[in-house]
T-cell receptor
Framework: KQEVTQIPAALSVPEGENLVLNCSFT??????LQWFRQDPGKGLTSLLL?????REQTSGRLNASLDKSSGRSTLYIAASQPGDSATYLC????????????FGKGTHLIIQP | KAGVTQTPRYLIKTRGQQVTLSCSPI?????VSWYQQTPGQGLQFLFE???????NKGNFPGRFSGRQFSNSRSEMNVSTLELGDSALYLC?????????????FGPGTRLTVL
């Protein structure tokens, strides 16, 4: 059964810093990995999708990498801003979709002004 | 394009009642998935529908059911509500098969069971 772990569970940094969020998964036979952000009490906003054949994806200040063989992904946020404060979730799709997306518990990020 | 919409946004029910939640996917999307989010368990997969057929189902009791209509709108139903069913219920849509494409989530329905 696929399991997804995110480290750290919480992170607080001053504005302007670059930061890295980590995600690991136990079964490397994935179709893709997706990063989301969730603001308090809200739904999920898709940030980046990396297909299993890709190594990284970039969108603005965000860069996500995927190392399928080692079961790891990182989300790099450059020049952090207070508006980046949210919970970041990593999710993998595997097993032909039988279990839907498997999510980590998330990293709660606070950017201090 | 309009995003995924869910109604109602908030619900308060009592134990033993039943509830129906609705999800309208992004126009043109044929796959709709449902998830339950709780502080303790995080996000857990309930089921996925594609072209009116349930394709996959998570590990939830039979009290949780769903359906999809010909216009891709989906409903989920929870019968005989329990206190533990209190959660944020999220639906997601995708253009193709849900497990290969980007999933777009709605704002969720917050269900409170008293």
């Amino acid at each position: 059964k696929q399991e997804v772990t995110q480290i750290p569970a919480a992170l607080s940094v001053p504005e302007g810093e670059n930061l890295v969020l980590n995600c690991s998964f136990t079964d490397s036979a994935i179709y893709n990995l997706q990063w989301f952000r969730q603001d308090p009490g809200k739904g999920l906003t898709s940030l980046l999708l990396i297909q299993s054949s890709q190594r990284e994806q970039t969108s603005g200040r965000l860069n996500a990498s995927l190392d399928k063989s080692s079961g790891r992904s990182t989300l790099y946020i450059a020049a952090s801003q207070p508006g980046d404060s949210a919970t970041y979730l990593c999710a993998v799709s595997s097993g032909g979709g039988a279990d839907g997306l498997t999510f980590g518990k998330g990293t709660h990020l606070i950017i201090q002004p | 394009k309009a995003g995924v919409t869910q109604t109602p946004r908030y619900l308060i029910k009592t134990r033993g009642q039943q509830v129906t939640l609705s999800c309208s996917p992004i126009s043109g999307h044929r796959s709709v998935s449902w998830y339950q989010q709780t502080p303790g368990q995080g996000l857990q997969f309930l089921f996925e529908y594609f072209s009116e057929t349930q394709r996959n189902k998570g590990n939830f009791p039979g009290r949780f059911s769903g359906r999809q209509f010909s216009n891709s709108r989906s409903e989920m139903n929870v019968s005989t509500l329990e206190l533990g069913d209190s959660a944020l219920y999220l639906c997601a849509s995708s253009s193709g098969q849900g497990y290969t494409d980007t999933q777009y989530f709605g704002p969720g329905t917050r269900l409170t069971v008293l």
